[in-house]
């Protein structure tokens, strides 16, 4: 994404689908949690609160990334 984040949680506008995506080399690491927030998220289990910060609607396609 432009703005250098991962991409997690339901994807605006289209009912029952959610992403992760975008953790590039960091998805070693950080894949398994992920992994269980987006499952709490599809479950209804309370986890949007802790995939804010990298919603979809929070993204910025217009803005370049940082280099």
């Known amino acids: 994404a432009a703005d250098g ?6 994807l605006p506008g289209v ?5 992760a995506n975008g953790l ?3 998805g070693l690491t950080m894949g398994p949690l992920s ?3 987006i499952a709490d998220c599809v479950l ?3 986890a949007e609160g802790a995939l ?3 919603a979809i ?3 910025n396609a217009a ?3 940082r280099g």
Do not use: D, M
């Open 5 to 10: 984040r991962p991409k997690l949680g339901p």
């Open 15 to 19: 009912e029952n689908l959610f992403v």
């Open 44 to 46: 209804g289990q309370g």
């Open 52 to 54: 804010a910060a990298y």
């Open 24 to 26: 590039g080399a960091s």
């Open 35 to 37: 992994g269980a927030l």
């Open 63 to 65: 803005k370049p990334a």
């Open 57 to 59: 609607a929070n993204s």
